[in-house]
Every structure is written in structure tokens, then in C-alpha cells.
């Protein structure tokens, strides 16, 4: 979510020596919208920020009333060496969670080109 949020295609050659300026590019994702796309509680959403946080994958921004969530060049890197293990074993879990609005772009069937 906070990949494609930024635009990017992780499977792109070179996309490692262009991670500062797109990390960088303006979006704005909220606690809120991520509660949302992973269907939690509050609750359980805090504890999955956090343990993002801990492990250096995302960093939070306040601004005004809002609290942003902001994936870092780490946590590009994770997704970049990790999303096609993770499709792999999660598939069955990630087509029933997105059985009613339609797979997200980031899910191939075939994996990375």
C-alpha cells in the first residue's frame, strides 16, 4: 500500500540507486487508512505500526490532527528482496481478503516480469 502510494513499481532495474527521491515525493496515508486496508481494530493496528516502526520499515509524521505513515528506503528494500515469497505464501489469504474488491496491482499471479 505505501509503495504503490508513492508510485513505484519495486521490480523496476535500478530502482535501488532512486530510493531517496522517491521516498521523498509527496503522499499522505493515515493510521486510518491503514486500519482500513489491513481491517483491524485500533488496537491491533498500533501494534503492527509499531513493530513496522521497530524494524526500521516505516516512520510516523504528525500533521495537524492526522498521524502519516511513511515507508522508508528500508522498507523498500524489504519489500523489493521479500514480496514475492510473501505472495507466495500468503496467496490464499490475499485473494480472500481482497475477494470483493478485486486483487491489488501489486498481486500478480506469475510474480515480478
Excluded: C
Excluded at 490464499?92 to 481482497?98: A, R, S, W
Amino acid at each position: 500500500m505505501l509503495a504503490h502510494a508513492i508510485n513505484i513499481n519495486i521490480y523496476q532495474k535500478g530502482i535501488e540507486s532512486h530510493l531517496d527521491e522517491l521516498i521523498n515525493t509527496n503522499y499522505e496515508i493515515t493510521k486510518s487508512d491503514v486500519r482500513h486496508e489491513i481491517r483491524s481494530n485500533h488496537k491491533m493496528t498500533e501494534k503492527v505500526l509499531n513493530e513496522l516502526i521497530d524494524e526500521g520499515l516505516i516512520e510516523l509524521q504528525t500533521s495537524g490532527r492526522k498521524t502519516l505513515v511513511k515507508i522508508t528506503k528500508k522498507g523498500i528494500l524489504h519489500l523489493i528482496q521479500w514480496n514475492r515469497f510473501y505472495m507466495e505464501l500468503y496467496k490464499e489469504q490475499i485473494k480472500d481478503h481482497y475477494r470483493y474488491v478485486g486483487l491489488p496491482a501489486w498481486f500478480k499471479e506469475e510474480g515480478p516480469p
